[in-house]
């Protein structure tokens, strides 16, 4: 079973190298560190590159990612039919599926001084970190020609939502969405881990004050997809992390959630926002939180 799964692997990854019983290591794709740093386990499909924390739970979503054609994606289809291994997605390659911009270019792999400059000026909390983690990019041309490209991934690493922030003072609008159902998705989600403390934010660039089991919202709701995780998975907190001139729309979130009896909690960060808050401070207010009742809601607005 070892060499037909790895046999397919090769196809697509290039050579590999052993790293114990059932994991085995390759070049890894997304970072092209020049050291073999993604590790894949052949038993139960889980792969993480320790350079640039991709990572995984399924080596379908893996080949996709990867761009893998469709003759791959059927081998490793039928390696893993045969040999009864169980995959936690049926990944299809047709045109449905959500891409990225065609423009789209990696600021990792390509800087750009005027993304950067931008990126400094208003967002100096960014890391290439950061950049690297989220697959920051960018577009010269084409319906976002002008914007950062945001993406997020679902929790199998699939692409379900981007959005491309101006850099050029140039749009009226800040912010271009791709075209999805937001009721239907949950931003970020690869990143949560819903058996901890979730924290909601308004906007990606508020996230990175945050770091950690982040999520944000893209328009005024909380999608009913995330509702509906926070209750399942019975997330012990959320903590909900909003603009000080939305205060009010803050506590309403609060509410919405405390009556589907998910615990919440409302954060103050005073007059700044969360993105010029920093990540010190921003913690020190989640943990100085309190949990929302009716009559503290009521009170806080006051």
Request: net charge positive.
């Amino acid at each position: 079973m070892r060499f037909r799964l790895l046999s397919v692997l090769e196809e697509v990854l290039g050579s590999s190298e052993s790293a114990g019983k059932s994991d085995t290591v390759f070049h890894c794709p997304f970072c092209n560190h020049h050291k073999k740093k993604l590790s894949i386990n052949l038993t139960n499909q889980k792969y993480h590159c320790w350079i640039c924390e991709t990572k995984g739970r399924s080596i379908s979503t893996l080949f996709y990612r990867c761009g893998a054609s469709s003759s791959q994606m059927e081998q490793l289809k039928n390696v893993l039919e045969y040999y009864k291994i169980k995959d936690d997605i049926n990944v299809e390659v047709n045109q449905s599926i959500l891409k990225l911009p065609d423009e789209y270019i990696s600021l990792a792999s390509k800087p750009n001084k005027d993304v950067i400059n931008f990126l400094r000026r208003e967002k100096p909390s960014l890391s290439m970190s950061d950049v690297i983690k989220h697959k920051i990019g960018y577009c010269l041309s084409g319906k976002y020609a002008g914007r950062i490209i945001l993406p997020s991934y679902d929790k199998n690493g699939l692409l379900n939502f981007f959005e491309g922030r101006d850099f050029t003072g140039m749009s009226m609008y800040k912010y271009l969405g791709a075209p999805v159902k937001i009721n239907e998705i949950i931003i970020n989600e690869f990143f949560l881990d819903f058996k901890f403390p979730v924290v909601i934010v308004e906007g990606f660039f508020d996230s990175l004050s945050v770091k950690r089991n982040v999520t944000y919202l893209t328009g005024s709701i909380i999608s009913e997809k995330l509702k509906y995780r926070l209750l399942m998975e019975e997330t012990p907190m959320v903590y909900v992390v909003i603009d000080p001139d939305k205060k009010k729309q803050a506590i309403k979130y609060c509410t919405e959630l405390n009556a589907l009896g998910i615990k919440t909690r409302f954060v103050d960060c005073g007059i700044q926002d969360p993105s010029d808050f920093g990540y010190t401070n921003t913690w020190n207010s989640i943990n100085k939180s309190v949990e929302i009742d009716e009559y503290s809601a009521i009170t806080s607005l006051l």
